[in-house]
């Protein structure tokens, strides 16, 4: 069993930047691969980013060079660090890992 709870969204300008965390429960954390996904109002969930257990990060192209996913194992977490926003990124962020999904981070890019 994996609980995944994520934090950090709320309203911020184009341009500015927030971290977002997901902190994860359950055994051998630091072999999962975790993800981040986003759901803009009306659209599908896409992905937006990974990272192995192993360390080595993949982004969606739309975010490469603005976000960073990393993960601290000793604290079962994962952030996604977002800078340089868009409005087109306003969407719910989840977590996933191995078929676990979290509730949902609302970030809202808007002047």
């Known amino acids: 069993q994996v609980q995944l709870v994520e934090s950090g969204g709320g309203l911020v300008q184009p341009g500015g930047s927030l971290r977002l965390s997901c902190a994860a429960s359950?055994?051998?954390?630091?072999?999962?691969?975790m993800d981040w996904y986003r759901q803009a109002p009306g659209k599908q969930r896409e992905w937006v980013a990974s990272?192995?257990?192993?360390?080595?990060?993949y982004y969606v192209d739309s975010v490469k060079g603005r976000f960073t996913i990393s993960r601290d194992n000793a604290k079962n977490t994962v952030y996604l660090q977002m800078n340089s926003l868009k409005p087109e990124d306003t969407a719910v962020y989840y977590c996933?890992?191995?078929?676990?999904w979290g509730k949902g981070t609302l970030v809202t890019v808007s002047s």
């Open positions: 996933y890992s191995s078929a676990y």
């Open positions: 990272v192995t257990g192993g360390g080595i990060m």
């Open positions: 359950g055994s051998i954390f630091s072999i999962r691969g």
